[in-house]
C-alpha cells in the first residue's frame, strides 16, 4: 500500500484553489477510487459527478495530470504517484463547483442538428433493409458515450470560447451517423458550414487522442464532412458535374409511415 | 450558443499546461523533420544539375530525380519533354532550374494534406502546440476563413499527384532499361532501380491513402454495398488511410532520399551497382 498525493481544484464557478489531499493507493483502484476516498475521509463536500463506474455514461469526465480523462477508467498504476496527481474539471464549459462543469451547451448543440431523416420504408409494412456492411460505418459513430472529453481538449472551444460558431467533435460525430446513415435522406451541410463551423476544425486529431471508445472522430467523421462540404461548396468541378448529373433527392418518410414501425 | 451565466475558464497563456509527459516532444521531432525536408528539398530544387544520371551512356540505366520529374525543359541528353535550356516566357532576373517548374504541385498537395495540415498546425503555428496545452495568440479563424479555408483546394492538388505518381512509375520503369556492351537494350536491375521504384511505391501508397481519394473513390456514398466497386475501393483506401502518417513519412524521407541518389550517381562521388 503506498500513499499517492492528490492536488485537486476546489471551488465555485472560476473562484477556487488547488488543495492536496494523501490517500492510501491499493491494486486495482481508479482515479475515481481515489476522489471517493478523499470525500470519505478529508473533503465529503468535495462535488464530483459520476454514475456507472464502468467507462459507458461518460459522467465523470476530468482532467488528470492535464489530460482529459474518465476518472473511471484511469487505473492508479498507469500515474507517476511521485508528484501530486492533478485532478480539474473540464477547461471548456463553465464550472459549477469543485470537479463539476455545467456542460448543458452541448445538450442545446445536439438540438441544433437535423434529426433522422429516414427515407420512405423500403416494405409495406413500415421497415426498411440495410445491409450490415452499410450500417457498420455508422455504428462507430454510435459508441459515443457522449463524455464530452472531445469537446474538452479541442482548442477551438477550450481556448478559443466558440461555443456560438463551433458545435465541436462530438457534434460532428452525431452528424456524421446520421448524414453517411444509409436511410437518412437530410442534407446537413449546409449547416455543417454555416453553422456549424466545420471550418474551425483545424485537424489536430487531440479529440481522436482522449476518445475513451477509440472513435476515430476527425479521419472517420470531421473530414470526410468537410469533404461533403467541399463538394457542395468549395469544388466548382463537382458542382459542375452535378448541373449534368443531379443528386437524387428521395422523399423521406412521412410521421404516419415511421409510425407504421413503432405502433407494430 | 448561450454557454451558461458563469464564465468559462480563462485561456491559458502559452505553453501552460497541467500534463507531465514531454508534451513539446513530438511537436519538435516534426518541426526538425519538416524543417530538413524543407531545407534539403529547396537547396537541391535550386542545384539545376546532377538531376539527371545518364547511365546509357555508360551502359547502365537512366535515372532522373523525382525533384525533376516531369522534365519539361532541361538537359538535352533527359530528353525534357517541351524543350532544352530555359523556356522563353521564364524571366530573366529569375534564377531557373526544371523542378521550379513542378514542384509546386507535389509540394502543394503535401501542404494541403490533412495529415500536414494537422502535424505543421502544432509544430510550426502553434495552434495549439499540443492537445491541452495554451496557444501563443487569442485569435482564431482556422480554415473556416481566409487564408486557410484555400486548404480545401485539397483535392485539385490531389488529381496531379495521381498523375505525377504515373510519371515517377514511367521513370521507375526506365530505370530498369540498361545498356549493354554491343549497343542493345536489357533489362537489368540497379541499385538506382530500386531506389526509384520504392519512390513510386511510396508515394503511391501514400497518395491512396489520402481522405480525399478516401472520399472521392467511395466515402461520398452512403450505400457502399449499393455503389459496386466503389463500395470495394473504398475499403481498400480505407486501410491505407489508416496509415496515413506512416506512408507520409516514409514517401516524404524517400523522395529526398532517391534525388539524394541521383545526385551522387551524376555528380560521379558514387557508383550505381548493377545487381542483376
Not at chain 1, 491494486?27 to 475515481?32: D, F, I, P, Q, R
Not at chain 1, 458545435?167 to 451517423?177: D, L, S, T
Not at chain 1, 486529431?205 to 477509440?214: Q, R
Amino acid at each position: 500500500m503506498t500513499t499517492a498525493t492528490f492536488r485537486i481544484w476546489r471551488g465555485t464557478g472560476n473562484e477556487g484553489s488547488w488543495e492536496e489531499y494523501p490517500v492510501e493507493i491499493s491494486e486495482g483502484m481508479v482515479v475515481l477510487d481515489a476522489i471517493h476516498a478523499i470525500q470519505t475521509e478529508h473533503a465529503n463536500d468535495l462535488a464530483v459527478r459520476w454514475n456507472c463506474k464502468a467507462g459507458k455514461c461518460g459522467s465523470c469526465s476530468a482532467e488528470i495530470n492535464g489530460n482529459p480523462r474518465l476518472m473511471c477508467m484511469t487505473r492508479m498504476e498507469t500515474i507517476d504517484t511521485s508528484q501530486p496527481v492533478t485532478v480539474e474539471p473540464l477547461r471548456a464549459f463553465p464550472r459549477v463547483r469543485d470537479l463539476v462543469t455545467d456542460v448543458s451547451v452541448n445538450f442545446r448543440m445536439k438540438k441544433s442538428v437535423t434529426p433522422f431523416t429516414p427515407r420512405k420504408p423500403d416494405a409495406a409494412d413500415g421497415t426498411w433493409r440495410m445491409k450490415q456492411e452499410d450500417v457498420d460505418r455508422v455504428q462507430e459513430f454510435r459508441k459515443c458515450i457522449e463524455c464530452f472529453l472531445c469537446q474538452d481538449v479541442c482548442h477551438v472551444l477550450r481556448d478559443h470560447h466558440k461555443h456560438d460558431e463551433f458545435i465541436g467533435p462530438r457534434h460532428f460525430v452525431y452528424n456524421a451517423a446520421l448524414e453517411m446513415h444509409p436511410l437518412d435522406v437530410a442534407d446537413r451541410t449546409s449547416d455543417l458550414k454555416k453553422r456549424d463551423g466545420i471550418g474551425y476544425c483545424n485537424i489536430t486529431k487531440c479529440c481522436t487522442a482522449v476518445c475513451p471508445e477509440h472513435i476515430k472522430i476527425t479521419d472517420n467523421a470531421i473530414i470526410p464532412l468537410k469533404e461533403r462540404v467541399v463538394d457542395e461548396f468549395y469544388d466548382p468541378l463537382t458542382r459542375l458535374f452535378r448541373i449534368f448529373m443531379p443528386k437524387k433527392q428521395e422523399p423521406a418518410a412521412t410521421p404516419e409511415e415511421i409510425g407504421k414501425v413503432i405502433d407494430g | 450558443m448561450t454557454v451558461s451565466e458563469v464564465a468559462l475558464p480563462q485561456q491559458r497563456k502559452f505553453g501552460v499546461t497541467e500534463r507531465r509527459d514531454n508534451w513539446w516532444f513530438k511537436p519538435l521531432l516534426v518541426f526538425l523533420g519538416f524543417s530538413a525536408f524543407i531545407v534539403y528539398s529547396t537547396w537541391a530544387a535550386f542545384q539545376g544539375v546532377n538531376y539527371f544520371y545518364g547511365g546509357l551512356e555508360q551502359g547502365g540505366a537512366d535515372y532522373l530525380s523525382p525533384f525533376y520529374s516531369p522534365l519539361l525543359w532541361g538537359e538535352a541528353r533527359a530528353h525534357p519533354w517541351i524543350g532544352v535550356g530555359t523556356p522563353s516566357f521564364w524571366p530573366e532576373f529569375l534564377p531557373f532550374t526544371p523542378a521550379l517548374l513542378i514542384l509546386w504541385a507535389p509540394g502543394g498537395f503535401r501542404f494541403t494534406c490533412y495529415y500536414y495540415r494537422g502535424a505543421y498546425y502544432k509544430s510550426f503555428w502553434m495552434d495549439p502546440v499540443n492537445c491541452s496545452v495554451g496557444e501563443p495568440r487569442k485569435g482564431y479563424r482556422g480554415e473556416q476563413k481566409l487564408p486557410l479555408i484555400m486548404q480545401n483546394v485539397h483535392r485539385y492538388f490531389l488529381y496531379l499527384a495521381l498523375a505525377f505518381i504515373g510519371i515517377l512509375l514511367f521513370d521507375a520503369i526506365k530505370g530498369f532499361i540498361f545498356m549493354n556492351k554491343d549497343g542493345t537494350h536489357s533489362f537489368g536491375v540497379g541499385i538506382g532501380s530500386i531506389v526509384m521504384l520504392l519512390n513510386a511505391f511510396f508515394l503511391s501508397m501514400y497518395t491512396c491513402g489520402c481522405h480525399s481519394f478516401r472520399h472521392m473513390v467511395g466515402g461520398r456514398k452512403d450505400c457502399g454495398s449499393c455503389s459496386g466497386p466503389c463500395g470495394s475501393a473504398y475499403k481498400a483506401v480505407s486501410c491505407l488511410n489508416g496509415k496515413h502518417m506512416m506512408w507520409a513519412w516514409i514517401s516524404l524521407f524517400w523522395v529526398g532520399f532517391t534525388d539524394f541518389y541521383i545526385r551522387m550517381c551524376a555528380a560521379g562521388h558514387i557508383t550505381d551497382w548493377r545487381i542483376f
